[in-house]
């Protein structure tokens, strides 16, 4: 062990100074001072540098005091050409000497009448800015070993994709990516990010102040943000794509088949894509987020928040660590996405996806439990194995019956088995979970918008959902003598729920923008939910039925109508806009069970106001205050027992409940997400004067946990980013803070009302380079602190660092290497983890055929532990992990 850490030592400290080492070398700074007689600097003049071939290589303007600084990668002769509006241009010769690393030049330049013909300088911008638009030129940031859009999308100033694929632009994630403005995948665009090459785009657009709908544009105050992938001309009305195969060179059956096709014609567009593997990667990103968008707060979003929720699960998260790490998978996924244009006005696409996955999941966990003078210590080795099959379709049909009037209407339909069984050691005893669920989802929705003044707009939405989701669960040990100390004879548990929903909900919105862009609002709509909950849990002998406890028995019907009026008033009053709202409920309420049947009719107003100040270009404050009352749900309302893991029950409160909450949050940025300087801060302040907490018994083999309304909780959070650019090394640099503190109540093993504090810190910085040459680097370190604080105290504070290299020696060759550094502070040995990748490329023939190595996980590193702390005491849980494996890769654009 003590070999392979020094190993590991050794070759990060070597890419560390190869780092350094190559940015000391990469750049030759040639720099000076432009006078236009010998005592006056000329300011705002022209220097660009040229090579011998006369190619632009890089151009500057002089600064306020007749200042220039240019750096180049390339070595060789060159010509510096000086020029400014009524100046004579001039141009001086340098011969590289390679001695020098700085080049100083002075020049004098002299007047001359102002001839426009005498000075003509094009020069590609990389991005240009159009109003709301942002376009980028992707030949300015592709690289040879960009495979995905994903890949490209990391290296443009301002856009940040984070390791689960998340895009965001400055701080907010997009809505969607687009291709030549369609959009496939909605909230689920990491299917597109994660498998289109980017050789084939021209550039891409970020649309600011987005909206969904077409005439809602610069209607609806929207502060969303999309991106567009625009294609080149050559790449349309034709067959594109690329064709990608791993197999494991020292590994055994390591293997990955991606393919991507596109087509996008004049009437007809079609993306056919397939992603096969069992590397660990994740080929879909969120699936719920295609199948249930969530939009908060969009016009014509009813229905978005809708959604079953399972009483029983047996999939396991691993921490604050690498998904594909831990991820044993065996993934298929094929998707077949085409959009259809039959005549000018309508516009049918349709998506479908099927997704199969098989995925082994391995962690080996002690938790020590320390509360109301209760100790125990319960160990846990768990082997997962999760099969899925999942059938998505979804249908969009958009009829533009004029330039001002648009019918939509949307059709899904979604398919889900899911098989899922644990072999478990809990202290020693062997123990099997089985558990088999589905999940089918119907979803219709239909809108009509009509613009029937110029800033004007009317939009009718009707949605109807109907979900329905089985559990069948199973466990060969009975654990619970103590909560049913009269059954002698059971060596078995069984659980069979089902949860099925239904949504219908109308709404019209009126959306008027004033002259003076003033804005009125107004909704008026009504949602009908109904959830059926059926539960039943028994003891059995072998296959015989030995009980079925009536206090874990559930049949539950909950039904709520809400009938609701919106309005929404946006003064604006220059740059500074105001913002009141308020939302009038009258709700009506049916809970059913065996027992009894009861209703309630509840009235409440959810007001909220707030400001958008636009100090200046380069500072705004946006500022909001709300009162919300929400309804209980379902999972809050159940009056028995149901079996939430294998040895964990909880209830609801069988009765209605609303729970009041005071939300105060603000925010403020300086600069803008495209300038080299960019900071944006933002803080939420949230008091929930009711809350539902949990009256537990906790004993070693098992949990019993009752909801119970409770006054009083508050949660505090403050999340700081900055963003600058160092010209000097053509660097991004990137601080990141956060701060959360959570104040709750809760009982345990019938102990007084115990007061929890929670705290989490999180700091760090990341830095990227945008080198022209050979070298570039990226890397960065974060800190996570977290502490509890109740009847006992537990803290602790982790580091995650990573080193990313990447080396372009020509356009047929290049490497990249990746490190990462995990460190657990609470540990007392094996506390810390090294993991390095490799990807090495060779181009056969260019823009066609691609040659490579890949290896991940080359310290094979096999397990990695880290340290929990919760409100009733700490666990130490280690996860198992891909073992090392090196593939060889072939790449086959079309």
Same mark, same amino acid.
């Given at each position: 062990m003590s070999g392979s850490y020094n190993l590991n030592k050794i070759v990060i400290i070597f890419f560390y100074f190869l780092l350094f080492q190559t940015n000391i070398t990469a750049q030759i700074k040639i720099k000076g001072l432009v006078k236009k007689n010998k005592d006056f600097s000329l300011s705002n003049a022209s220097v660009v540098l040229k090579d011998s071939l006369n190619t632009i290589l890089e151009y500057t303007f002089t600064d306020k005091n007749g200042n220039y600084l240019i750096s180049t990668n390339k070595k060789s002769s060159y010509i510096l050409f000086f020029s400014a509006l009524g100046y004579e241009t001039k141009s001086i010769p340098i011969t590289y000497n390679s001695n020098e690393e700085i080049i100083s030049i002075n020049i004098i330049l002299k007047e001359k009448p102002y001839q426009l013909k005498e000075v003509i300088i094009e020069a590609e911008k990389p991005i240009k800015i159009k109003k709301d638009t942002i376009e980028v030129k992707v030949n300015r940031f592709l690289k040879p070993n960009d495979a995905t859009v994903e890949d490209l999308l990391k290296k443009i100033p301002g856009v940040t994709v984070n390791s689960e694929g998340t895009i965001k632009i400055g701080n907010r994630e997009i809505e969607k990516l687009m291709v030549d403005g369609d959009d496939f995948f909605e909230k689920g665009y990491k299917i597109l990010s994660k498998n289109m090459p980017p050789n084939q785009l021209e550039k891409i657009q970020i649309l600011q102040k987005y909206s969904n709908n077409r005439l809602l544009k610069d209607i609806e105050e929207s502060n969303k943000v999309a991106l567009n992938l625009v294609l080149k001309e050559d790449a349309k009305r034709k067959w594109f794509g690329n064709f990608s195969a791993n197999y494991g060179l020292i590994s055994e059956n390591r293997y990955q088949l991606k393919t991507y096709a596109m087509n996008f014609g004049k009437k007809n567009k079609y993306i056919l894509l397939s992603n096969f593997n069992n590397l660990g990667e994740d080929a879909t990103g969120d699936i719920n987020n295609l199948i249930r968008p969530f939009r908060f707060g969009e016009p014509a979003s009813i229905g978005d928040n809708q959604q079953i929720n399972n009483l029983l699960s047996l999939s396991f998260s691993n921490g604050n660590f690498k998904k594909s790490r831990?991820?044993?998978?065996?993934?298929?996924?094929?998707?077949?996405?085409?959009?259809?244009?039959?005549?000018?006005?309508?516009?049918?696409?349709?998506?479908?996806?099927?997704? #199969?996955?098989?995925?082994?999941?391995?962690?080996?966990?002690?938790?020590?439990?320390?509360?109301?003078?209760?100790?125990?210590?319960?160990?846990?080795?768990?082997?997962?194995?999760?099969?899925?099959?999942?059938?998505?379709?979804?249908?969009?049909? /958009?009829?533009?019956?004029?330039?001002?009037?648009?019918?939509?209407?949307?059709?899904?339909?979604?398919?889900?088995?899911?098989?899922?069984?644990?072999?478990?050691?809990?202290?020693?005893?062997?123990?099997?979970?089985?558990?088999?669920?589905?999940?089918?989802?119907?979803?219709?929705?239909?809108?009509?918008?009509?613009?029937?003044?110029?800033?004007? /707009?009317?939009?009718?939405?009707?949605?109807? /959902?109907?979900?329905?989701?089985?559990?069948?669960?199973?466990?060969?040990?009975?654990?619970?003598?103590?909560?049913?100390?009269?059954?002698t004879n059971v060596d078995n548990v069984k659980q069979q729920s089902e949860n099925q929903m239904i949504f219908a909900g109308l709404n019209a919105h009126l959306l008027d923008r004033k002259e003076n862009e003033n804005l009125f609002e107004v909704q008026v709509g009504n949602e009908f939910r109904q959830?059926?909950?059926?539960?039943?849990?028994?003891?059995?002998?072998?296959?015989?039925?030995?009980? +079925?406890?009536?206090?874990?028995?559930?049949?539950?019907?909950?039904?709520?109508?809400?009938?609701?009026?919106?309005?929404?008033?946006?003064?604006?009053?220059?740059?500074?806009?105001?913002?009141?709202?308020?939302?009038?409920?009258?709700?009506?309420?049916?809970?059913?069970?065996?027992?009894?049947?009861?209703?309630?009719?509840?009235?409440?107003?959810?007001? +909220?106001?707030?400001?958008? #100040?636009?100090?200046?270009?380069?500072?705004?404050?946006?500022?909001?205050?709300?009162?919300?009352?929400?309804?209980?749900?379902?999972?809050?309302?159940? +009056?028995?027992?149901?079996?939430? =893991?294998?040895?964990?029950?909880?209830?609801?409160?069988?009765?209605?409940?609303?729970?009041?909450?005071?939300?105060?949050?603000?925010?403020?940025?300086?600069?803008? #997400?495209?300038?080299?300087?960019?900071?944006?801060?933002?803080?939420?302040?949230?008091?929930?004067?009711?809350?539902?907490?949990?009256?537990?018994?906790?004993?070693?083999?098992?949990?019993?946990?009752?909801?119970?309304?409770?006054?009083?909780?508050?949660?505090?959070?403050?999340?700081?980013?900055?963003?600058?650019?160092?010209?000097?090394?053509?660097?991004?640099?990137? @601080?990141?803070?956060?701060?959360?503190?959570?104040?709750?109540?809760?009982?345990?093993?019938?102990?007084?009302?115990?007061?929890?504090?929670?705290?989490?810190?999180?700091?760090? @910085?990341?830095?990227?380079?945008?080198?022209?040459?050979?070298?570039?680097?990226?890397?960065?370190?974060?800190w996570?602190?977290?502490?509890?604080?109740?009847?006992?105290?537990?803290?602790?504070?982790?580091?995650?660092?990573?080193?990313?290299?990447?080396?372009?020696?020509?356009?047929?060759?290049?490497?990249?290497?990746?490190?990462?550094?995990?460190?657990?502070?609470?540990?007392?040995?094996?506390?810390?983890?090294?993991?390095?990748?490799?990807?090495?490329?060779?181009?056969?023939?260019?823009?066609?055929?691609?040659?490579?190595?890949?290896?991940?996980?080359?310290?094979?590193?096999?397990?990695?532990?880290?340290?929990?702390?919760?409100?009733? =005491?700490?666990?130490?849980?280690?996860?198992?992990?891909?073992?090392?494996?090196?593939?060889?890769?072939?790449?086959?654009?079309f």
């Amino acid at each position: 062990m003590s070999g392979s850490y020094n190993l590991n030592k050794i070759v990060i400290i070597f890419f560390y100074f190869l780092l350094f080492q190559t940015n000391i070398t990469a750049q030759i700074k040639i720099k000076g001072l432009v006078k236009k007689n010998k005592d006056f600097s000329l300011s705002n003049a022209s220097v660009v540098l040229k090579d011998s071939l006369n190619t632009i290589l890089e151009y500057t303007f002089t600064d306020k005091n007749g200042n220039y600084l240019i750096s180049t990668n390339k070595k060789s002769s060159y010509i510096l050409f000086f020029s400014a509006l009524g100046y004579e241009t001039k141009s001086i010769p340098i011969t590289y000497n390679s001695n020098e690393e700085i080049i100083s030049i002075n020049i004098i330049l002299k007047e001359k009448p102002y001839q426009l013909k005498e000075v003509i300088i094009e020069a590609e911008k990389p991005i240009k800015i159009k109003k709301d638009t942002i376009e980028v030129k992707v030949n300015r940031f592709l690289k040879p070993n960009d495979a995905t859009v994903e890949d490209l999308l990391k290296k443009i100033p301002g856009v940040t994709v984070n390791s689960e694929g998340t895009i965001k632009i400055g701080n907010r994630e997009i809505e969607k990516l687009m291709v030549d403005g369609d959009d496939f995948f909605e909230k689920g665009y990491k299917i597109l990010s994660k498998n289109m090459p980017p050789n084939q785009l021209e550039k891409i657009q970020i649309l600011q102040k987005y909206s969904n709908n077409r005439l809602l544009k610069d209607i609806e105050e929207s502060n969303k943000v999309a991106l567009n992938l625009v294609l080149k001309e050559d790449a349309k009305r034709k067959w594109f794509g690329n064709f990608s195969a791993n197999y494991g060179l020292i590994s055994e059956n390591r293997y990955q088949l991606k393919t991507y096709a596109m087509n996008f014609g004049k009437k007809n567009k079609y993306i056919l894509l397939s992603n096969f593997n069992n590397l660990g990667e994740d080929a879909t990103g969120d699936i719920n987020n295609l199948i249930r968008p969530f939009r908060f707060g969009e016009p014509a979003s009813i229905g978005d928040n809708q959604q079953i929720n399972n009483l029983l699960s047996l999939s396991f998260s691993n921490g604050n660590f690498k998904k594909s790490r831990t991820n044993f998978n065996n993934a298929e996924l094929v998707s077949l996405n085409a959009i259809f244009n039959p005549t000018k006005k309508l516009k049918i696409k349709t998506l479908c996806f099927f997704n #199969w996955d098989e995925t082994d999941f391995f962690r080996n966990s002690t938790e020590t439990f320390t509360a109301n003078n209760t100790n125990f210590t319960n160990t846990e080795n768990y082997t997962v194995r999760n099969t899925k099959q999942i059938a998505f379709g979804k249908l969009d049909i /958009i009829y533009n019956i004029s330039p001002t009037k648009m019918l939509e209407a949307t059709t899904k339909y979604n398919n889900g088995d899911f098989f899922d069984n644990t072999n478990l050691i809990f202290n020693g005893n062997s123990t099997i979970e089985s558990l088999e669920h589905q999940n089918t989802l119907i979803d219709q929705k239909i809108n009509y918008t009509n613009k029937f003044i110029n800033k004007k /707009i009317l939009l009718l939405t009707g949605r109807f /959902i109907d979900e329905k989701a089985p559990q069948n669960y199973s466990i060969n040990q009975f654990f619970y003598q103590n909560l049913f100390p009269n059954q002698t004879n059971v060596d078995n548990v069984k659980q069979q729920s089902e949860n099925q929903m239904i949504f219908a909900g109308l709404n019209a919105h009126l959306l008027d923008r004033k002259e003076n862009e003033n804005l009125f609002e107004v909704q008026v709509g009504n949602e009908f939910r109904q959830d059926k909950l059926f539960s039943t849990f028994t003891l059995l002998n072998g296959n015989n039925r030995v009980n +079925s406890p009536i206090n874990y028995q559930n049949n539950t019907t909950y039904s709520v109508n809400n009938l609701y009026l919106k309005t929404k008033y946006l003064l604006a009053l220059n740059k500074f806009k105001l913002i009141g709202d308020f939302g009038f409920h009258q709700l009506f309420n049916r809970l059913e069970t065996n027992l009894n049947h009861s209703t309630q009719n509840p009235f409440f107003i959810n007001p +909220s106001f707030g400001f958008n #100040w636009e100090i200046n270009d380069k500072n705004k404050l946006t500022t909001s205050y709300s009162y919300n009352t929400t309804n209980a749900k379902i999972v809050d309302v159940y +009056s028995n027992f149901v079996l939430t =893991g294998f040895r964990s029950f909880s209830k609801g409160t069988g009765n209605f409940n609303q729970l009041e909450a005071s939300n105060i949050s603000v925010n403020y940025q300086l600069g803008n #997400w495209s300038d080299r300087f960019f900071a944006n801060t933002f803080f939420i302040y949230s008091k929930n004067h009711d809350f539902f907490s949990t009256n537990s018994i906790i004993n070693q083999n098992y949990t019993q946990s009752e909801k119970i309304l409770i006054k009083d909780r508050e949660f505090i959070s403050l999340n700081s980013t900055i963003d600058y650019y160092l010209k000097n090394i053509s660097s991004n640099l990137k @601080f990141n803070f956060g701060y959360s503190k959570s104040q709750f109540k809760n009982i345990i093993n019938n102990s007084d009302l115990r007061n929890v504090s929670s705290f989490n810190y999180n700091y760090g @910085f990341e830095l990227r380079s945008g080198f022209s040459g050979i070298f570039n680097y990226h890397f960065g370190t974060k800190w996570i602190t977290s502490e509890i604080r109740t009847t006992i105290n537990n803290s602790f504070t982790d580091n995650n660092s990573f080193l990313d290299l990447s080396f372009i020696f020509s356009d047929k060759f290049d490497i990249e290497l990746k490190s990462e550094r995990y460190y657990f502070g609470n540990l007392q040995s094996n506390n810390t983890y090294y993991f390095l990748d490799l990807d090495i490329r060779y181009k056969l023939f260019k823009n066609k055929m691609t040659l490579g190595i890949v290896g991940k996980n080359l310290t094979n590193t096999e397990q990695f532990k880290n340290f929990s702390i919760s409100d009733v =005491g700490s666990s130490i849980i280690e996860y198992r992990l891909l073992p090392r494996f090196v593939l060889l890769k072939l790449d086959y654009r079309f």
